[in-house]
């Protein structure tokens, strides 16, 4: 794994808030466009060639919420609706990074934040 670059054939993943209403449509069973729409940019975990209840439980330790959900997507993806990915490692997860709408706007816009609602898929807990 590329530490400096996203590469589009990795996945990412981003966990879903339970207690906020907003982040689930219960008509569809699915994330809303929400879950993705912060003004710091989406924080998410790349795959980094791990098996995927690795990056699980990992995101459960490393996220101080209780998840409905997990969601995982392809970098394609993001880079198909001209999202920015930027690896940016923590102390506590090297394979923590965040989307942005562009360099100038961390922000993913409404169009950007529904096409990866509409395209994640969904690892229920």
């Given at each position: 794994?590329?530490?400096?670059?996203?590469?589009?054939?990795?996945?990412?993943?981003?966990?879903?808030?339970?207690?906020?209403?907003?982040?689930?449509?219960?008509?569809?069973?699915?994330?809303?466009?929400?879950?993705?729409?912060?003004?710091f940019g989406c924080s998410v975990d790349r795959d980094g060639e791990r098996e995927e209840q690795i990056i699980v439980d990992k995101l459960r330790e490393n996220l101080h919420i209780e998840l409905r959900a997990?969601?995982?997507?392809?970098?394609?993806?993001?880079?198909?609706?001209?999202?920015?990915?930027?690896?940016n490692p923590i102390k506590s997860n090297d394979f923590h990074a965040i989307l942005k709408r562009n360099p100038d706007t961390p922000k993913l816009s409404k169009k950007q934040a529904g096409e990866l609602a509409r395209n994640c898929q969904v690892i229920s807990l």
């Amino acid at each position: 794994m590329d530490f400096d670059r996203i590469n589009d054939q990795e996945v990412l993943y981003r966990g879903v808030n339970k207690n906020n209403p907003y982040m689930w449509n219960d008509t569809e069973n699915r994330p809303s466009s929400a879950v993705f729409k912060d003004s710091f940019g989406c924080s998410v975990d790349r795959d980094g060639e791990r098996e995927e209840q690795i990056i699980v439980d990992k995101l459960r330790e490393n996220l101080h919420i209780e998840l409905r959900a997990i969601v995982h997507f392809s970098a394609v993806l993001c880079i198909h609706n001209d999202i920015e990915m930027i690896p940016n490692p923590i102390k506590s997860n090297d394979f923590h990074a965040i989307l942005k709408r562009n360099p100038d706007t961390p922000k993913l816009s409404k169009k950007q934040a529904g096409e990866l609602a509409r395209n994640c898929q969904v690892i229920s807990l």
